[in-house]
C-alpha cells in the first residue's frame, strides 16, 4: 500500500508563501502522477493542482493559476506545491493523493476520482 506523508503546512499571512511536500514511502514516485487537493469546512474536496508521471503535464484550478506550481522530485521521491501570493480563501487542509492510472488528467482535469491513494492532510491557514 502507497503510504503518502504531507507536510509543510502552517498559519502564514495573506500574500504569503508556503510550500507543501508530499512523500512516499515503500515506493517509488516515479510511475505516480500525483495530485493535490484540498478541502475547507462545509466544502467539497477540489482539486489545486495534478501532474503527470512524466512531469510533461500540468493542471491547476483557476483559482491558483499564477500563484502555486506543482513540481516533482523523483530523486527524493517527493512532490512539492509551491503556493505565493496566499489569500485567505486558500485556508484548508491540503491532501495530496497518486495513482498510476489517470485517465481524466490526460484530458486534463484534476480530479479526485483519478486518484486512490491519499495521505492524511496537512492544515494551511491564511490570517492575519
Known amino acids: 500500500q502507497l503510504q503518502l506523508v504531507e507536510s509543510g503546512g502552517g498559519l502564514v499571512q495573506p500574500g504569503g508563501s508556503l510550500r507543501l511536500s508530499c512523500a512516499a514511502s515503500r515506493f517509488t514516485l516515479d510511475y505516480y502522477a500525483i495530485g493535490w487537493f484540498r478541502q475547507a469546512p462545509g466544502k467539497e474536496r477540489e482539486g489545486v493542482a495534478c501532474?503527470?508521471?512524466?512531469?510533461?503535464?500540468?493542471v491547476y484550478a483557476d483559482s491558483v493559476k499564477g500563484r502555486f506550481t506543482i513540481s516533482r522530485d523523483n530523486a527524493n521521491n517527493t512532490v512539492y506545491l509551491q503556493m505565493n501570493s496566499l489569500k485567505p480563501e486558500d485556508t484548508a487542509v491540503y491532501y495530496c493523493?497518486?495513482?498510476?492510472?489517470?485517465?481524466?488528467?490526460?484530458?486534463?482535469?484534476?480530479?479526485?476520482?483519478?486518484?486512490?491513494?491519499w495521505g492524511q492532510g496537512t492544515q494551511v491557514t491564511v490570517s492575519s
Open positions: 493523493a497518486a495513482d498510476r492510472h489517470t485517465p481524466l488528467l490526460q484530458f486534463r482535469l484534476c480530479s479526485t476520482r483519478d486518484f486512490g491513494s
Open positions: 501532474i503527470s508521471s512524466s512531469g510533461r503535464t500540468t
